[in-house]
């Protein structure tokens, strides 16, 4: 089993700044992708960005040069996190991590992020 734990959510006013973490534990013992979403109010869960296991990143349009993952690159170890700047009040709402062993997807709980204009 694998669990995921998200932290570094918060409040911030529009223009501020958050670093989220997420780390992996339990039965993985090799590097596996990982992918940050969010959950907006009244919209689907989307994609924020995408990590390979060697670290590549693939964002979505609306991060617009705002956010930026980054990983543990440490053997075995499968920890991420995003940095998020310039942060606007629409960027408010619920951040997963997810990790993609070989098909098999694992969410963590996420972290909540508000921002206020």
């Known amino acids: 089993q694998v669990h995921l734990v998200e932290s570094g959510g918060g409040s911030v006013q529009t223009g501020g700044s958050l670093k989220l973490s997420c780390v992996a534990s339990?039965?993985?013992?090799?590097?596996?992708?990982m992918s940050w979403y969010r959950q907006v109010p009244g919209k689907q869960r989307e994609l924020v960005v995408r990590?390979?296991?060697?670290?590549?990143?693939?964002?979505s349009d609306f991060v617009r040069g705002r956010f930026t993952a980054s990983r543990d690159r440490t053997k075995g170890t499968n920890r991420v996190a995003l940095q998020m700047n310039s942060l606007e009040p629409e960027d408010t709402g619920l951040y997963y991590c997810?990790?993609?062993?070989?098909?098999?997807?694992?969410w963590g709980q996420g972290t909540q992020v508000t921002v206020s204009s």
């Open positions: 339990g039965s993985i013992t090799s590097r596996k992708p």
């Open positions: 997810n990790l993609n062993d070989d098909g098999q997807l694992y």
């Open positions: 990590i390979t296991s060697g670290g590549r990143t693939d964002y």
